[in-house]
């Protein structure tokens, strides 16, 4: 490995080039989850059981392919550099994937599931093209630490904006184009533009940034998959961020359910989700501040007990209390903002101590694993979800039919959108306070 000691700072364009990027990861990362379950049980008239494998099985490819991309990417040598010529292919080919996702046939229920199984999967694997090398590039574009954390800031702003553009904008789409096949289609149409803007503006606004590192792979990916996971505080963080993003999983795709079941609007579920993640572009000073003085793990623990505390409260919601609904939702998303910021701050640091150790970078290593692991969790989630509703007897439909769910099947609903996240999220938090990576807070960041 040959590493440059100080490099030239990085352009505001590059700041900015590399943030956009991050609308594409939210636009991808929140859809699916929030929408796909219930267009299939809900619009295709697949069973719930069978809707949750559909949705889970082509992330849960991503746990093996995003390893493999990360150890490729990490030996991969072009004038682009090593990370770039992967995100082009993934930029240029998920977009029209997504859309093909929601573009099949309807009936019969069979072919239809198939059909969105095998698009998602292709889909799934197109994202991992861009989303490894993606997250693996601040640590070889800059080896100044405050560059990377203004790197990261514009990153995790972008990110609140993408997920508060995908996820609010989604269902409004939907909405806005009658709902049933049209209106998904329409709003497939409109994910995959912000998939294309976010993907290839991180491309072309990169394109300046230099490659102060070049990295040596371990050799065989076993063997890489093994130095990661020896590392004991990455190890500690990523168990930790995946029971989290498994516990948001299910909450995201309980928010159409208990909009229609529980609050009994259909058309709730967007305001429901911009309280959820409205929140974050406001609050994250708040929690950069907490983890000046606190630190990050600190934080990280403190907004996720926020997060836990509203979810399980959430289980009170009825349809004559949408406004209290609502400011639970609020205070779910201020603790989800700081659930987003802290680990995606952390996970620079392990890297940057594995370099230390090792003598070796292999950010691509590291972050295959990562991401791999958030799109499990992600995937488990709904999956998770679609086999409660299938137990407590959700009944499937299609199109605009209207059916009156059993009690069991409502109470399956409210316990998907609060309890089960909320318990997820607390069982995360014992496993996060063995984590003993954060640093000391110096005096300027304590008088900052």
Not at 84 to 93: F, H, K, Q, S, Y
Not at 164 to 179: I, K, R, Y
């Amino acid at each position: 490995m040959t590493a440059v000691s100080s490099g030239p700072r990085l352009s505001r364009g590059t700041h900015l080039g590399y943030a956009l990027g991050s609308i594409g990861t939210a636009a991808f990362g929140t859809v699916p989850g929030l929408l796909l379950l219930y267009y299939l049980t809900d619009e295709l008239g697949v069973t719930a059981g069978i809707a949750g494998l559909v949705v889970f099985l082509p992330k849960a490819w991503d746990v093996l392919l995003n390893p493999w991309i990360g150890s490729r990417s990490d030996r991969t040598s072009s004038r682009w550099g090593p990370r770039r010529p992967w995100m082009l292919a993934g930029g240029v080919t998920l977009p029209p994937l997504f859309v093909l996702v929601f573009a099949g046939p309807s009936a019969p229920p069979a072919l239809a599931a198939l059909w969105v199984a095998v698009a998602f999967l292709l889909a799934a694997t197109a994202y991992g093209c861009f989303q490894v090398p993606y997250v693996a590039q601040p640590a070889e574009i800059t080896d100044d630490p405050g560059e990377r954390a203004t790197l990261m800031s514009w990153r995790v702003a972008a990110l609140a904006l993408g997920i508060l553009l995908a996820g609010a904008g989604a269902p409004a789409v939907v909405d806005a184009f009658g709902g049933g096949r049209g209106g998904y289609l329409a709003m497939a149409v409109f994910v995959a533009a912000l998939l294309a803007l976010g993907m290839l503006g991180a491309v072309a606004g990169t394109r300046g940034a230099p490659t102060l590192t070049r990295v040596r792979s371990e050799g065989r990916l076993a063997d890489t998959l093994r130095l990661a996971w020896d590392s004991r505080p990455f190890r500690v963080l990523l168990m930790g961020f995946v029971l989290q993003a498994l516990g948001i999983g299910v909450m995201l795709a309980g928010v159409p359910y208990y909009s229609r079941q529980v609050l009994g609007d259909a058309a709730a579920g967007t305001l429901l989700f911009a309280a959820l993640v409205g929140p974050a572009i406001l609050v994250m000073p708040l929690w950069l501040r907490v983890s000046r003085r606190l630190g990050k793990r600190t934080g990280l623990l403190a907004s996720s007990t926020l997060f836990a505390g509203a979810a399980a409260a959430l289980v009170l919601g009825d349809a004559g209390g949408t406004g209290l609904v609502v400011a639970l939702v609020v205070l779910v998303g201020i603790g989800y903002a700081g659930m987003q910021m802290f680990p995606l701050a952390m996970l620079p640091d392990v890297i940057a101590a594995d370099e230390a150790a090792s003598g070796r970078r292999r950010a691509g290593v590291f972050t295959g694993v990562w991401t791999a692991a958030e799109t499990l969790g992600l995937a488990i989630g709904p999956g998770l979800l679609g086999g409660l509703l299938a137990v407590a007897g959700y009944v499937s439909t299609t199109g605009d039919e209207v059916v009156a769910q059993s009690d069991p099947a409502v109470l399956a609903v409210r316990l998907g959108f609060s309890v089960v996240p909320a318990v997820l999220v607390l069982v995360s938090l014992p496993v996060l306070a063995r984590y003993r990576l954060d640093p000391v807070p110096t005096p300027e960041e304590l008088r900052a």
